[in-house]
C-alpha cells in the first residue's frame, strides 16, 4: 500500500504553489506510506542540462564537485545543495562526459532533464519535504509518492520517482509480477535497471517504449499488454503527466479537473486543500484507461 499524487496547473499564477500545493497531498498520503517519500517538480527550461545527484554523505561528496566536474567536462557548471542532494547545472552536450563522471564518484543519479528534479530520502513525508523545502518549489506540474515498502528494501534508491530518461519519471502503487522477465527483455535491449525495485522496471519500459517513437499514450497502453499484476502508474515528461490502471484496478485512485488544474491522488481526502476543489469535476478512473494532460 502506497501513496500517490500528482499535479498538472492549466494557469501559471499558480506556478509558485506547486511545491506548496503538492507538499500537502503528500503528507495526507502518510499513513499509506510511511517508510520514504519522493517528488518530482518540473520546472521552466532554460536550455540548459540539470542533473539532480544524491549522497548520503554531502558534506563530503559535494565539497569540489561544481570544480572537478567543471574541469571534466571541460564546460561550466553550477551547483544547488539540498540536504542530501544537489542540483547541478551545465550544458545540454555535456550529458555523456557529466553522468560517466559522476558515476565513477559513486554519486546516486536521481534524475536528469531540462526542466525535472527529483528529491526523495527515506522517512516520513512531511520530514521529506521539510528537509528538501518542497513547499517553496515551484513549477507547471510535478509527481509524488509516499512508500510503504513490501517486496524490496527501504532504501533512498528505493523511493519514488524513479527516472530511466530525460525529463521521464514515474511513480506506482501495486506490484508487478513479472519485473525479472521484464528486466531481462530490457537488458537485451541495452537498457539496465539499478535497482531490485518492480517500478523502477515499470519506468524502464516506459522509456523504452517512448525512445523507440511510441507516445505517452502508447507506451501506458502498453504497460497494459506488457506489464502483469496490480499496478496504478502516474507518470511524469517534460509536456505533462499522464495515468493508467491495469484491468482489474484493485489499487485506488481518484482524479479531480478544474480550470486551473488536474490533480490526481489514491484517496480524495488529498485533495481536501485545493483551491476550488468544491467545483472540481471528479471522477475514478477506468481500468485499462490511459489519461494524459500535456501542455
Known amino acids: 500500500m502506497c501513496g500517490i499524487v ?11 504553489k506547486l511545491g506548496d500545493m503538492l507538499t500537502d497531498m503528500l503528507i495526507t498520503m502518510t499513513d499509506r506510506g510511511p517508510d520514504s517519500a519522493g517528488i518530482a517538480i518540473y520546472g521552466d527550461e532554460h ?5 539532480t ?3 548520503d554523505t554531502p558534506d563530503t561528496d559535494f565539497a569540489g564537485l561544481e570544480g572537478a566536474l567543471a574541469a571534466a567536462v571541460g564546460a561550466p557548471v553550477t551547483i544547488r545543495v539540498v540536504d542530501t542532494h544537489a542540483v547541478l547545472t551545465l550544458p545540454l552536450d555535456t550529458e555523456a562526459a557529466a553522468l560517466a563522471f559522476l558515476e565513477e564518484k559513486k554519486l546516486r543519479v536521481m534524475g536528469v532533464g ?13 520530514d521529506v519535504a521539510e528537509r528538501f523545502g518542497l ?38 502503487n501495486g506490484s508487478l509480477s513479472n519485473h525479472n522477465d521484464m528486466r531481462r527483455k530490457l537488458a537485451k535491449k541495452g537498457i539496465y535497471t539499478k535497482t531490485e ?20 499514450g ?6 497494459l499488454k506488457d506489464l502483469d499484476g496490480f499496478f496504478t502508474f502516474v507518470t511524469g515528461t ?31 481526502r488529498a485533495f481536501a486543500d485545493l483551491p476550488g476543489i468544491e467545483g472540481a469535476r471528479v471522477w475514478e478512473p477506468e481500468p485499462a484507461t490511459v489519461y494524459f494532460w500535456e501542455r
Open 53 to 55: 545527484v544524491q549522497s
Open 47 to 51: 536550455g540548459k542540462l540539470k542533473i
Open 114 to 126: 531540462e526542466s525535472m528534479e527529483i528529491f526523495k530520502e527515506v522517512g516520513l513525508p512531511k
Open 218 to 223: 502508447q507506451a501506458l497502453e502498453g504497460t
Open 238 to 268: 517534460k509536456n505533462g503527466f499522464g495515468v493508467v490502471r491495469d484491468p482489474i484496478a484493485c489499487k485506488p485512485a481518484v482524479m479531480a479537473e478544474t480550470e486551473d488544474y488536474v490533480a490526481f491522488a489514491s484517496e480524495y
Open 197 to 216: 525495485n518492480d517500478t523502477e522496471v515499470g519506468a524502464a519500459y516506459i522509456s523504452s517504449r517512448i525512445a523507440e517513437g511510441a507516445t505517452l
Open 135 to 172: 513547499r517553496a518549489m515551484g513549477g507547471s506540474h510535478g509527481i509524488g509518492h509516499t512508500r510503504m515498502a513490501t517486496e524490496s528494501a527501504v532504501t533512498t534508491l528505493g523511493a519514488h520517482p524513479f527516472s530511466t530518461a530525460s525529463d521521464q519519471c514515474l511513480v506506482h
Open 6 to 16: 500528482g499535479l498538472f496547473l492549466k494557469k501559471d499564477a499558480l506556478r509558485p
